[in-house]
Each structure stands twice: as C-alpha cells, then as structure tokens.
C-alpha cells in the first residue's frame, strides 16, 4: 500500500477513518479482502507470493497497515516479508506499543517500511527507516493523518491533497459513506514538477508516482479500500480492485460488529 489517509479519534461518533491505495505490480498474485479461513477473526487482502497482508482488521478491534519506505539507496533483498508485520500482529494478542517494542530488536531484517497499528483505543506509528537505533514506537494523538512511501506526514502532494480533503469533511459534519472517503484518495491527476522539486523528488520516476491513484502499465493503484469505526461498535468496510488500465473488476462490501 502506497497512500494512507486517515483520522484517529478526532470524530467521537466515528473513532477511526481510513482511505488507502495499494500499489503493487499487477503481476503479483493477490487475493481480494475476505475473512480468511485459518483467521475467521481476520478480515484483509492476501499477497499471495509471500503469505502476508498490506492492511487488514479483526472483530475484535484490531487494525494495521503498512507501507514500503521508498529509500533508493537500500534497494538489496530483506531477509523476511514485511507483508508478514501487520499480519502477525492482526492474528496475535500484543498491545500496539508491546508488539512495536519487540520488533525495533529485528526491524533491520525487513526492507524500509512504516508500520501502523490500532486496537480501538490507541493508534501507534513505526518506520524502520531510522535505522539503527533512531528511531522509536510513536503513540499517535488524535487528529488526521497521511502515509505514503516516506515517514508519516512527510508533505509530499498527495498527502496534503488528502488531509486537506478529510479535514473538509469533517469540518463539514457529514456522515462518512465508502464513495466520499474514496474522493480522498482517488485523485489521478500527477504533481506538478515545481510541487515535486520542493519535496526533493525530481526524477521522472517521481512524476509518474506523484498521483493518488496511479497508472503506469505494469505497475499502479491495485485497489482502493475505505473503512470506519462507529460509534456502536461496527466496522465498515470496502475494498475496490483495479486492472492495469484503472478499471474496476471487483468490490468486497462489508459491515460487522466488533466484540473488542
């Protein structure tokens, strides 16, 4: 997953909402959102190559997401799968901090990532990129947040444009829905060269990655999911799947009740 809009607690009737693109290679087997066999308490996609998740929830009130760390200059293989981060921690019993605590002793085993985990109550932020020894577990406060392919909150253009568009909705006190959390992350629109260069991100293959949604051939936004938590205790969710061209094939729609 490449993009990451959401708002931790800011809503008292919606404590948490999220808008998230993946981009991956339309090559790389994967399997849409469902609740998986061996987890009936899990409900995420599957990277099918390496057994793990980009992003995914549980009934009991779990929630996390990862992204990669965009850091040309660590490009050699990883030991281990970062698709295996939020999955163990979706399917174990750890607090977010426990859980964040630990892995700071093996981050170095995975490639560049930022990793961020929920329990209904607390949202807690992790990027491996400080590496060694500089960085540390972050307990998010409430308010509304961005991820994409650097540290939380970097202010690249797709960030901003979707913070601002979450902010406005919830100035504007409407009741979120699946299609206005989509318009948050849905932009396919790329950057101008002037936004990009004040960032430090010149390259042609900046360009091409500076949109929301994007569209490249081989490799580009897989899909798009939407989700909140209300007020009485149910979890929303729904995941949009893209073809190389950026047309939808498929949607998964649910909504449960939590028991965390």
């Excluded at 009737?13 to 993946?22: D, Q």
């Amino acid at each position: 997953m490449c993009l990451l809009i959401f708002a931790h607690r800011v809503a008292a009737r919606y404590p948490l909402l999220v808008a998230a693109n993946r981009d991956e290679f339309h090559a790389r087997p994967t399997s849409a959102a469902q609740f998986w066999e061996q987890y009936p308490h899990l409900l995420a996609g599957r990277d099918d190559e390496q057994g793990g998740t980009w992003m995914g929830t549980t009934t009991d009130g779990r929630f996390a997401a990862i992204t990669n760390y965009r850091d040309p200059a660590r490009t050699a293989p990883a030991p281990r799968s970062r698709g295996e981060l939020p999955l163990s921690y979706l399917t174990g019993r750890d607090s977010p901090q426990h859980y964040l605590e630990q892995l700071q002793a093996n981050a170095a085993q995975y490639a560049g990532f930022n990793l961020l985990l929920g329990d209904g109550k607390e949202m807690w932020y992790f990027s491996n990129s400080d590496l060694p020894g500089k960085g540390a577990p972050q307990r998010l406060a409430p308010g509304v947040y961005g991820l994409s392919n650097a540290r939380l909150d970097t202010p690249w253009p797709k960030v901003n444009l979707g913070k601002r568009k979450l902010h406005a909705l919830l100035q504007q006190g409407h009741t979120p829905d699946h299609d206005n959390l989509l318009q948050l992350v849905n932009n396919r629109d790329q950057s101008s060269p002037g936004q990009l260069v004040r960032q430090g991100m010149g390259s042609e293959m900046d360009q091409l990655l500076s949109a929301q949604f994007i569209l490249t051939g081989s490799y580009g936004t897989r899909s798009s999911t939407t989700m909140w938590y209300d007020d009485a205790g149910y979890c929303h969710w729904r995941e949009l799947s893209f073809n190389a061209s950026g047309e939808l094939h498929t949607t998964r729609e649910t909504s449960f009740q939590q028991s965390g």
